[in-house]
Nanobody, 124 residues
């Protein structure tokens, strides 16, 4: 499956953005889907994930501000980001995997399929 992320941009602190990740070449119904981000000079870090069951998982740094959701009919996963902070500035990547176990859902190295990334810049 191929993933295409979009929706990044420049926003002021306190603002909102909605990222989308559309899949092609397969259906996401049975996939675990994740969002990760990488800031300059930093490692890629987990942001949020949603399993095929619909259960969601978040990094502590975004809990209460970000919401991950999926639309299986549109073969798309979303990341709604509210109350954005300058420290949220990063390239955001979507990822998918059909065989993740729960204990691996926050580990970027366990995802087989990746989108190209979309840049989010939050100004103070």
């Amino acid at each position: 499956v191929q993933l295409q992320a979009s929706g990044g941009g420049l926003v002021q602190a306190g603002g909102s953005l909605r990222l989308s990740c559309a899949a092609s070449g397969g259906t996401l119904n049975r996939y675990s889907l994740g969002w990760f981000r990488q800031a300059p000079g930093k490692d890629r870090e987990f942001v949020a994930a949603i399993r095929y069951s619909g259960h969601t998982y978040y990094a502590d740094s975004v809990k209460g501000r970000f919401t991950i959701s999926r639309d299986n009919a549109k073969n798309t996963v979303f990341l709604s980001m509210n109350n954005l902070k300058p420290e949220d500035t990063a390239i955001y990547y979507c990822a998918a995997d059909s065989s993740l176990i729960l204990s691996s859902i926050r580990l970027h190295e366990m995802y087989k399929n990746w989108g190209q990334g979309t840049l989010v810049t939050v100004s103070s």
